[in-house]
């Protein structure tokens, strides 16, 4: 079975940090384009940032500045680095990745369970 699993989620001041970390397990042939998330109470789910098999990299324009999405492909792992955080950056993180597994063709697209971030001011 594969897994994505978030992780370093918390609630922290506005101007505070978080980084959060998301781990891919199970029987992966290869991890392609991997992404962050994020879906705020009454609001639609939103990307954040994507960070392809190559490390091209896209932001929101919300987040641009601010968060910083790495990757480590020895590891299975995403990364977010998240600084000078605002009260709207409040929501649940979600990671991405688009997967290839052995038993189906192609890649296709895996969540994790998501982790909470709440920043007050």
């Known amino acids: 079975q594969v897994q994505l699993v978030e992780s370093g989620g918390g609630l922290v001041q506005a101007g505070g940090s978080l980084r959060l970390s998301c781990a891919a397990s199970g029987s992966i042939l290869r991890l392609n384009t991997m992404a962050w998330y994020r879906q705020a109470p009454g609001k639609q789910r939103e990307l954040v940032a994507g960070?392809?098999?190559?490390?091209?990299?896209n932001y929101s324009d919300s987040v641009k500045g601010r968060f910083t999405i790495s990757r480590d492909n020895a590891k299975k792992m995403v990364y977010l680095q998240m600084n000078s955080l605002k009260p709207e950056d409040t929501a649940v993180y979600y990671c991405?990745?688009?997967?290839?597994?052995?038993?189906?063709?192609?890649?296709?697209?895996?969540w994790g369970q998501g982790t909470q971030v709440t920043v007050s001011s």
């Open positions: 991405s990745a688009d997967l290839e597994v052995p038993y189906r063709i192609g890649q296709y697209p895996y």
């Open positions: 960070i392809t098999s190559s490390s091209s990299t």
